[in-house]
């Protein structure tokens, strides 16, 4: 199910904030789909998309933190993307390297927190360093930035009670679960947007989106802009959350 907001229907930018504070919504996750089918669509090789969907992406967490939302996640590359062509590896995996290179340099500006979600041990030792360096110069900051990298929910879990057995856990909670997945300084997303068109969650915080509003869109993930957000955002105020109750 797609939902379509008329343009003209949407709200302002200026009125976002209050929209936001009204809505209630603290925590916001992107599904970035599309990229590739989008430089198709252009003749442009897949990784031309990549590039584009890392200004989008961009732009859309500093829209989300100048209206308030407090923690963003962010689907970067899954356990199953490694199926990829090595070409279309090595450049997502190169803009990642200057996105953290830039994030370190624009650290005293901006206040962002940022936390990978995934096993780093499959990246290489040297883009892992990178990853725990920026979580670990940016980790006073108040906003959290997930990024998915290498991150599968069925695998998180998986790890989640690897660790609870290592700490000789006999038996479990479903709070022990939530504090040890990688999303763990996080609350539940409130509302996840997938882009691109296809309506699953391709194995993405499967535990954490009990509770979420799910939102599809046929927009690719590098068209996403400041309007896109807005209607995802608005189509997220109305609706009821019930959670099982009446
Ligand atoms: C999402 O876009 C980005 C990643 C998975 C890294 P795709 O690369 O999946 O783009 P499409 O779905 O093939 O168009
Ligand atoms: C989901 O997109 C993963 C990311 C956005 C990183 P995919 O393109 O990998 O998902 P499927 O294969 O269409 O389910
Ligand atoms: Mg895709």
């Not at 992406?57 to 209206?67: G, H, I, P």
């Not at 040890?180 to 947007?193: A, K």
């Not at 989106?209 to 939102?215: D, I, K, M, V």
């Not at 046929?218 to 997220?236: H, K």
Request: proline fraction near 2%.
């Amino acid at each position: 199910m797609f939902f379509k907001q008329k343009k003209t229907d949407l709200p302002k930018k200026d009125d976002m904030k209050k929209i936001v504070a009204d809505s209630g919504i603290k925590h916001i996750a992107f599904i970035m789909d599309g990229n590739g089918r989008w430089a198709r669509a252009k003749g442009l090789p897949r990784e031309a998309g990549h590039g584009v969907g890392v200004k989008a992406f961009k732009n859309a967490v500093t829209l989300c933190r100048d209206w308030g939302i407090t923690t963003v996640t962010t689907y970067a590359f899954s356990t199953e993307n490694w199926k990829r062509p090595p070409q279309e590896i090595r450049e997502i995996m190169r803009l990642l390297d200057v996105y953290i290179k830039e994030a370190e340099d624009d650290n005293d500006k901006n206040r962002i927190r940022y936390i990978f979600l995934g096993n780093k041990d499959r990246l290489g030792e040297e883009l892992a360093e990178k990853c725990r360096y920026l979580e670990n110069i940016t980790k006073d900051n108040s906003l959290i930035l997930n990024i998915a990298l290498n991150y599968g929910a069925r695998d998180e879990i998986v790890s989640a009670v690897n660790s609870l057995i290592a700490e000789g856990k006999a038996e479990i909670t479903e709070e022990d679960i939530s504090s040890h997945l990688y999303t763990r300084e996080s609350c539940d997303p409130d509302l996840i947007v997938r882009t691109g068109g296809e309506i699953r969650l391709s194995n993405f915080l499967l535990w954490q989106s009990q509770y979420s509003e799910l939102y599809f869109t046929d927009c690719l993930w590098p068209d996403f802009n400041e309007e896109e957000l807005i209607a995802s955002i608005v189509e997220f105020s109305k609706r009821k959350r019930r959670y099982g109750g009446v």
